[in-house]
Structure formats: structure tokens, C-alpha cells
């Protein structure tokens, strides 16, 4: 080997000695900067060698037994207890086993229970209607069990996370936190209908097609490339009456979901199983995550707004957090047309485990420390945390529809304005709902397939039937978070139509992305539990309540507002005829009227909040 004085460079004992302290400089700042920055806390150890027990019979009040897996470490003692109760079956790959494995290794017990009537539990099957008390039942005898310390919380998301809801208002004594992801808190307002529009697609699909018997059913027959034109989606969900749509798909009456259509308004057949109407009697801290464009966003918010406002104990109104992500029916870092970044993904399992370890073992690991809500705002693609929702400080402002030419589609002339327009205009156009508007993007998930997120509304905003209104481009950025409200002025020629809104982000390159969206049947303009309907071509102020947000629009972006009266089939068509909701076998075209300016000035409520 030749001596390293062989080579020019290290003959040179300077340049030798200032490599090394070169070297040794950036060390140290590496240092430092890794010192500086915010380290993501380490993932909980594996400590414990866990053992499944199977097909547990639980017994519930009226002597139906609700079968359960257990998992557990090997090791004797007794344990804090994490259950999840679930119509999905439990072993459902990649839901439930392995979550609940996770748990048992890190030192609880978990158990995943199959709900009355599904899979292996005995009963019959009938969503929602018997999980407050079951699930109720199920806790008092975990906190029983000889494997049990007493410390007990609930876990799971969507209908997982519904069944959370019901059990905690019925103030089991022996429960000590939930962690709905993603879940509904009031079944009529934000499952089966928005604004009172019925969810066609995810109520025909889910209620219908995929959980109307024991077992969950695929929908391959409706969506193969064998499928024969007549049980394809896009024919099926255009049956009219709505009520025996369920022939075309089970070939026979799906009652839970004939009774969805039959009970249309908020009556007491939905108030009994609504959560919203029982967060009093909440007793534990609730950790509600979800995503701006899930379809049960808006269950998500008003399950922290309700608990910190209601929530039974002052313990459980403390400790009720919120997290909300760029996301769908669950975190990832893309969703729709848009890439938000790596940093826009957050595992909610060890989140999940931060909570429980702060709520059932007592570890003080920070959780109490934190500020409450943690929200993600798009456009600036950036997480921040607040001290509540809606945040403090908001200010709420108008921004106006005007414009001197009509606004059908991306060739009209409709305008925005923060400046409340003296003169007064309309804008017309026709609905027909043999020719809906497509859903396309937006608050979906899990029923009949349709297009959800933030997609480019160019492809609908090219209808003359879809109403435009744009800002001129920003000069500064404008922050919005929190929820939005639409007000609109506007007639229609029938007794009953539909008013669809979307709040819309558009790009420098003309990319449209919805931000927010709302609809509202006419008939509920006095209330969820009023139906009241209209008079023909008289002008009424309907006001919207849209999906809460955070986005920023950035300079150079433009706002805009969508209108029109279809989003199908993620809504039914409003067939503009006033009869009770699945009766119609025809449909009428209606011809609408939007108002604005001068007495009359239609307009969305922007939550806008200092920016960064």
C-alpha cells in the first residue's frame, strides 16, 4: 500500500488539517440541526408475546349471545381493555386482526366483537338500532372479566366509529375514552341524507347491495366487465320509485333500507339513534379524526364541537380533540388530482396509542399538553395546530354573487365580491333530471362507485345548467378554515327542487379543486324535521350549510362558487314534484332562479382566519 504522503492532497498537512476540521464543523451542525428540529415521536416497542382466544360468547340483556375475538399477552395479569364492535366480520383483513394484534403486543387486551345479527352473532340484523345498548352491555361485561383492570375505551372508524358514539351515550360506567375516526354522530343529517338530500349512492350501495343479510356481499355483478347493461350502476340507481329500487340489485325488499326512505325528514325514528341528541350523556374524552373530504366530515366536526360544548363531565369536555387531514375515508398523501406531500400522512394507529396509554395507563406522554385541534390546511399543505374549532379569532365575511351576463357555465360572466353589489341581476337555467349533473368528486366513500376528492370541476362547469361565479385572481393569499354557510336567493317553478354548492379552488393553469360543498332540498328550508314545501316561482332565502374547510388560496388562485340542483347519483335526482321522497315513477323539468344584488344578495359565508 503506498503512504497517503504518496498523494499530492494529503502531503499537504494544512489542507489535511482544515479537511478535518471541515469535517468536524459539519457534524456539528448536523447536529444542531437535527437538535433544532421537531423529532416524530418514536413508535411504541413490541413488549409482549400475545395469544388469540376465539368465538367468545358475549351475553347480551335480552340473552342474545354477540360472539368476539380476544387477543391478549401471553403473560397472566390483568389488563387495560381496547374493544371494537363491527358489522364487517372479525377478521376482516387489514381492519381488524391486525390492529388488535398491534394493540395486545404493546400491553392490552383487545377485542373485536361481531355486532347482533352479523356473522357469527346471533339476532337480527338491523343497522344502527341496537348498538347503544349492546355495545353498553359489551363493556360492562369486559370490565368483569378476570383479564380486565377496569379501564376500558372503545376504538374503531365509520360504522366502527358510530357504535363508539352509541355506547358512550349511554354512560357506561366502566368506559374511559373513544376514538371515533371518521364516524357519523347524527345518522339522519350526515349519513343517509346532507341538507336532506338522500345519499343515493352510498345509502343503495352499502344498505342495499352490500349489508342487507349477514354477511357483508361484493357488488361485482353490478360493476364487472361481464356485467350485462341492465345491472350496471348507471341504469340501476336511475330506477324510479326510488322505493323498490332495492329489487333491481337483492331481487327482493331490503327493509332497513326501504325504511331510510320512508322516515325522510328528521322524525323520531332517526332522534332515537342519533348521537348529537345525547352528547350530555357522554361521560369520557373523545378523539375525533377524519378527513376534508370524507363523506362523514361533517359527523367529525360536530363530534368535537358537541362534546366540548355538552359533553357530561368537564374531564370529558377537556379532553375531546380533533385532527382533520387532507384525506377520504382514511390518511394517505394524495387524494383526488391533488399530491399534498409526505408530511400530509399521519398514523393514526400510534395516535391512537398515545391516547391510550394517556387515558387507560396513565403515562403522561405530552397528550394533555397539546393544544386540541390539529387541522391540515391545503393550498398551503401544512399542518397546524388551534386552540379550538371554529378557531378563535375567525371572521366570518361575505363574498357576493353579481355579474351584468348570465353565469351558465365556464363561457359566462358570474362574478364574486367581497363588495356587497347595489344593483340587482338573476342568473337562470334548467334542471332536468333526466340529465343530472355527475358526481364528480367531493364528500364520498364506500357505496356504489362514484369519482371523490378534489377533482378538476371543469368537466361539469361546461354544462349550461351548472351557475359560475368566480373572483378576480388574488393578490395576497386568503386563509379559510372553518364552516362555511351559503346563502342564496332564489325561486324555483315546482313546490320542491335542489340547491347543490361547491366552494372551489382555481388554480393558475384554470385547475378547478373543490375546497367545500353543500345541498339542500328545498322542502327542509325551515328545518331537517319540517317539511314545508314551496310555492311555485316565489323567492325565498335558503340558506346552506356546506362542509367545514381549511384551505388557503393562494396568490394568483381565484374563488369560485358552484351552482346548480344535481349531484348525481351521490344524491337522488329531486324529481321537483313534491311528493314523499321514492314515491315518483316521473320526474318534471324545473326551471330555476338565482337572485343577487340589490335586496336580494346571494352570497357564501367564508370563515377567514389569520394566515400564517
Known amino acids: 500500500m503506498l503512504p497517503l504522503k504518496t498523494f499530492p492532497f494529503f502531503g499537504n498537512r494544512s489542507l489535511v488539517k482544515n479537511l478535518f476540521l471541515l469535517v468536524i464543523l459539519f457534524f456539528c451542525c448536523l447536529g444542531a440541526s437535527q437538535t433544532g428540529s421537531v423529532a416524530a415521536e418514536e413508535p411504541r416497542p413490541v413488549l409482549n408475546e400475545i395469544r388469540l382466544v376465539r368465538q367468545v360468547p358475549v351475553p347480551m340483556r335480552d340473552g342474545t349471545l354477540l360472539y368476539a375475538d380476544i387477543y391478549r399477552p401471553t403473560k397472566p395479569g390483568k389488563y387495560a381493555v381496547i374493544v371494537t364492535r363491527s358489522p364487517y366480520g372479525l377478521q376482516r383483513i387489514g381492519v381488524h386482526h391486525e390492529r388488535m394484534m398491534k394493540f395486545a403486543q404493546r400491553g392490552y387486551v383487545a377485542i373485536v366483537q361481531d355486532v347482533r345479527g352479523r356473522y357469527e352473532s346471533e339476532g337480527k340484523w338491523e343497522p344502527f338500532r341496537d348498538e347503544a345498548k349492546d355495545g353498553y352491555d359489551t363493556i360492562e361485561w369486559i370490565a368483569k372479566q378476570d383479564f380486565s383492570n377496569g379501564k376500558i375505551a372503545m376504538q374503531g372508524g365509520s360504522y366502527l366509529g358510530h357504535n363508539q358514539w352509541a355506547a358512550a351515550s349511554q354512560s357506561p360506567p366502566s368506559l374511559d375514552a373513544i376514538f371515533p375516526s371518521v364516524a357519523s354522530t347524527n345518522l339522519y343529517a350526515n349519513w343517509i341524507t ?101 363523506i362523514f366530515l361533517m359527523g367529525t366536526l360536530n363530534g368535537y364541537t358537541g362534546m366540548k360544548k355538552y359533553g357530561g363531565t368537564e374531564a370529558a369536555r377537556a379532553g375531546t380533540k380533533l385532527l ?23 398514523d393514526i394507529f400510534e395516535e391512537e396509542l398515545r391516547y391510550y396509554d394517556f387515558h387507560l395507563k396513565g403515562i403522561d406522554n405530552g397528550l394533555d399538553k397539546e393544544l386540541p385541534v390539529k387541522i391540515f390546511y391545503m393550498g398551503e399543505n401544512s399542518w397546524r395546530e388551534e386552540k379550538d374549532w371554529p378557531i378563535p379569532g375567525t371572521q366570518y365575511k361575505e363574498l357576493y354573487l353579481t355579474g351584468d351576463r348570465p353565469a351558465n357555465s365556464l363561457r359566462g360572466s358570474g362574478k364574486l365580491t367581497f363588495d356587497k353589489p347595489k344593483s340587482a341581476g338573476t ?78 379552488d382555481v388554480y393558475p393553469d384554470g385547475g378547478a379543486y373543490p375546497v367545500s360543498e353543500g345541498i339542500l332540498r328545498a322542502r327542509f328550508k325551515d328545518g331537517l324535521d319540517k317539511i314545508n314545501l314551496l310555492t311555485p316561482n316565489q323567492v325565498y332565502e335558503f340558506e346552506i350549510e356546506m362542509t367545514g374547510t381549511a384551505n388557503v388560496f393562494q396568490p394568483g388562485h381565484r374563488i369560485r362558487v358552484d351552482i346548480t340542483s344535481s349531484n348525481f347519483p351521490q344524491f337522488d335526482r329531486n324529481p ?27 352570497h357564501i359565508v367564508l370563515p377567514l382566519v389569520p394566515g400564517f
Not at 387532507?326 to 387524494?335: A, E, I, K, L, V
Request: a negative charge; aromatic letters at 12%; hydrophobic letters at 35%.
Open 194 to 294: 346532507m341538507g336532506g338530500a338522500f345519499r343515493l349512492s352510498f345509502n343503495f350501495g352499502w344498505g342495499a347491495v352490500r349489508m342487507p343479510n349477514r354477511i357483508m356481499l361484493p357488488q361485482i355483478w353490478h360493476t364487472s366487465d361481464f356485467t350485462p347493461e341492465e345491472l350496471k350502476y348507471e341504469n340501476i340507481l336511475m330506477h324510479l320509485p326510488l322505493k323498490n329500487g332495492d329489487l333491481q340489485s337483492a331481487g327482493y325488499a331490503v327493509q332497513h333500507y326501504r325504511d331510510w326512505l320512508a322516515h325522510e325528514s328528521y322524525d323520531s325514528y332517526w332522534k332515537a339513534i342519533s348521537d348529537e341528541e345525547r352528547f350530555d350523556k357522554v361521560m369520557v374524552p373523545a378523539y375525533n379524526t377524519g378527513g376534508w373530504f370524507d
Open 324 to 346: 382533520v387531514g387532507p384525506w377520504g375515508h382514511g390518511p394517505g398523501t394524495r387524494f383526488g388530482d391533488l399530491e399534498f406531500g409526505d408530511h400530509a400522512y399521519i
Open 427 to 504: 342568473d337562470n337555467y334548467t334542471y332536468d333530471p333526466n340529465l343530472p349533473v355527475k358526481t364528480y368528486g367531493g364528500n364520498n366513500c364506500c357505496g356504489t362507485p362514484t369519482v371523490t376528492g378534489p377533482r378538476d370541476q371543469r368537466i361539469i362547469e361546461r354544462r349550461n345548467d351548472v351557475l359560475v361565479y368566480t373572483s378576480d385572481f388574488l393578490t395576497a393569499p386568503v386563509t379559510v378554515a372553518g364552516p362555511i354557510t351559503m346563502k342564496l336567493h332564489a325561486a324555483t317553478d315546482g313546490p320542491d327542487t335542489d340547491w347543490m354548492i361547491k366552494l372551489v
Open 576 to 602: 321537483n314534484t313534491g311528493k314523499p321522497l321514492g314515491e315518483d315513477e316521473e320526474v318534471r323539468v324545473a326551471q330555476q332562479i338565482i337572485h343577487h344584488g340589490g335586496k336580494r344578495p346571494s
